[in-house]
């Protein structure tokens, strides 16, 4: 059996049964699931914590669960009805409606239509909320027909229920792992019937049509509203959903979870009470229109960070995608990502500097129980030179990046009259370089156009790992530089603390399409003058790969040699290693800082370079080199095209 939350119980509406549980007293609280899902989608240490301030009432909506599917069609409207009078009969009068994912639209329809009814209502990962945003496979389709739809969802529930439910789950948990509680609850529960297929496709389908209409009223709202979701959420993207709710209604709360995805309830339930009972319970901390809580384990790598984070990429630690590793005394951190069966990590162990050997030893040590290798990517020598010490690790140089104190910025731009003329030609274009705040960040809307513009230029698919684009709600300690032109976004830079350093990484900086020449460097002009002004004492735009500054790669092994002399001439199709490295030139600093690939063993082997390859890729590498070969040769071919034509003009 699976636990259930609270008393599990059994009633009829309309004919149909409805399987619920309940537990505590008080205010009435209705924890309403997503599409497809179960009352188990909120787990037991939720539902206890609640239910020790409010009654707690959970449902199998009709079609999920151990609830029956209604035969008639399963509409937002139609859940609502059976909604509102199941609590008639449960004497739950003016609850709190706590709505996971595809709940919201229930709950925002009854808040419009009868909102006395109603205590207030929380959102959340809000479903879809706004035309346009929504997607569906134009497969389930037929599963909502009246007339193929029995066929049809018979088909869905045998041959691809678990493959389809395994990839849902992952994504709804990313960038976390899925708990094996979840997935065994979902496969045992969640679409296991035809019919319940019919009301997943009927219901999501029905909402299409629904949300231009419902949209249009969100602003006439008058109830108090919580909205809570995870900034990483990769199954409704917050700043298409949520967001957007936020600005159309003026009482509406918004909590960020820092580093979650689309099932908090699940995934830091603490969390989710904790907003729960800021927003309700009188006595507690009031919310703020907007904030942002962090698991107590994200707090931890955080502080660490702070503390130790030595290598340019220790803040990156904190990127969700990446798994965290402690040791024992819970005062060392390393962050990697497995594949291929290699820990990739995230440069450098973050630790106190004595700490450095004794740390990696102790990773090495747990990486070799469970079957798996380790490589570090992107360590200075540091660590290179404590490694070597104790024998049995080989380096491979992989680039370099320029560095330098920002008190000598402003001798550095009089020394380099090509940078000085870049900054002149974007001042002169009336673009002028302001900071943000980061907490929230204003125009989010336009900067993420600005980025996905930039981005849909690219030949190839966008690279993860130590390249991951830096979402605009995840700033935190980070530093947001904006150019205008015209009231108009013409770029910015975020700049990421390396603390240990007392500098700062140039993570990201993006230019509009239509921005004139020099506005990336009058960024960084900017961002260098305001560090100065602070006595930061490093500045770098972090590392050029194979970058030609960081000297000769001296290799033992002939294919490595061919390998590395390969990429530098042909890797432009995958990575445009030169024109980064150009780019980064054009700072003119004194100091580039050589750039390692760290790995166990006597020398570097082709697996590491894989997995580190991996790390990078959005799927199966193989996949994403061909993908990237097939846009390169499209390029190309219309490139030949154009001169064809051009000729015979």
Not at 522 to 542: H, I, K
Not at 599 to 608: K, L, Q, T, Y
Not at 617 to 639: I, N, Y
């Amino acid at each position: 059996m699976i636990d259930a939350p609270g008393q599990s119980r059994t009633m009829y509406v309309e004919g149909l049964r409805l399987h619920y549980t309940e537990q505590g007293s008080g205010q009435p609280l209705v924890l309403l699931h997503g599409s497809p899902g179960t009352l188990h989608d909120f787990p037991p240490e939720l539902c206890n914590a609640l239910g020790k301030n409010f009654r707690v009432i959970a449902l199998d909506r009709p079609g999920y669960g151990q609830s029956e599917a209604p035969a008639f069609a399963a509409t937002a409207y139609t859940q609502l009805r059976l909604l509102r009078s199941a609590l008639r009969q449960l004497n739950a009068e003016r609850p709190v409606l706590a709505a996971h994912s595809w709940g919201a639209l229930p709950a925002l329809i009854w808040a419009l239509e009868a909102p006395e009814e109603l205590h207030s209502i929380a959102l959340i990962s809000g479903g879809w909320l706004y035309p346009g945003a929504a997607h569906l496979p134009r497969s389930l389709r037929l599963a909502q027909l009246p007339a193929a739809g029995p066929a049809a969802a018979a088909l869905f529930s045998i041959p691809v229920r678990r493959a389809v439910l395994r990839k849902v789950l992952c994504m709804a948990f990313a960038p976390g792992h899925v708990p094996l509680h979840a997935l065994n609850t979902a496969l045992k529960q969640w679409l296991r019937t035809p019919a319940q297929w019919r009301v997943f496709a009927q219901e999501n389908y029905s909402a299409l049509h629904l949300l231009p209409e419902l949209s249009a009223h969100y602003a006439s709202l008058k109830l108090p509203l919580l909205l809570i979701t995870g900034n990483a959420d990769k199954i409704l993207n917050p700043a298409e959903h949520t967001y957007p709710l936020m600005e159309d209604v003026q009482q509406a709360s918004l909590v960020l979870l820092d580093g979650e995805g689309h099932e908090p309830a699940l995934s830091c339930p603490e969390l989710v009470v904790e907003a729960l009972e800021r927003a309700l319970l009188p006595g507690r901390q009031p919310l703020p229109r907007q904030c942002t809580l962090m698991s107590h384990e994200r707090q931890k790598a955080r502080s660490l960070v702070m503390q130790h984070g030595w290598n340019v990429a220790a803040y990156q630690a904190l990127n969700p995608a990446f798994e965290r590793w402690y040791n024992a005394e819970q005062n060392s951190l390393v962050c990697y990502t497995l594949k291929l069966g290699v820990r990739v990590v995230a440069g450098a162990p973050i630790c106190a500097p004595e700490r450095l050997l004794e740390t990696t030893e102790e990773f090495e040590r747990d990486a070799k129980a469970a079957g798996e290798k380790v490589c570090y990517f992107g360590v200075s020598e540091r660590l290179c030179s404590v490694m070597e010490r104790s024998g049995g690790r080989q380096r491979l140089k992989i680039g370099a990046q320029p560095c330098w104190n920002p008190a000598e910025w402003e001798q550095m731009i009089r020394k380099r009259s090509s940078l000085r003329a870049q900054i002149a030609r974007a001042r002169n274009k009336g673009v002028h370089v302001q900071e943000w705040p980061v907490q929230p960040v204003p125009r989010r809307q336009e900067l993420e156009a600005c980025r996905k513009k930039r981005e849909s230029s690219r030949l190839a698919p966008p690279l993860h790992f130590l390249t991951e684009a830096v979402p605009l709600d995840q700033l935190h300690d980070r530093r947001l530089f904006v150019a205008l032109r015209d009231g108009s976004i013409a770029g910015y830079l975020i700049a990421t603390p390396v603390p240990e350093r007392k500098g700062w990484l140039l993570e990201q900086i993006v230019r509009d399409m239509n921005a004139p020449n020099g506005t990336a460097e009058l960024l960084a002009d900017a961002a260098n003058r305001v560090f100065a002004a602070e006595s930061a004492q490093m500045v770098t735009p972090g590392m050029a790969p194979l970058a030609r500054r960081a000297g000769e790669i001296e290799l033992s092994a002939r294919w490595m040699r061919f390998l590395l002399q390969w990429l530098r001439a042909h890797g432009r199709r995958f990575y445009n290693f030169e024109g980064l490295e150009a780019f980064k030139a054009r700072f003119q600093p004194d100091d580039w800082e050589p750039v390692y690939l760290l790995g166990m063993g006597e020398c570097v082997r082709f697996r590491f370079l894989l997995a580190v390859a991996a790390a990078f890729c959005d799927g199966p590498l193989l996949w994403v080199v061909l993908k990237t070969l097939a846009a390169a040769a499209r390029q190309e071919v219309r490139s030949v095209v154009k001169t064809l034509r051009t000729r015979g003009h």
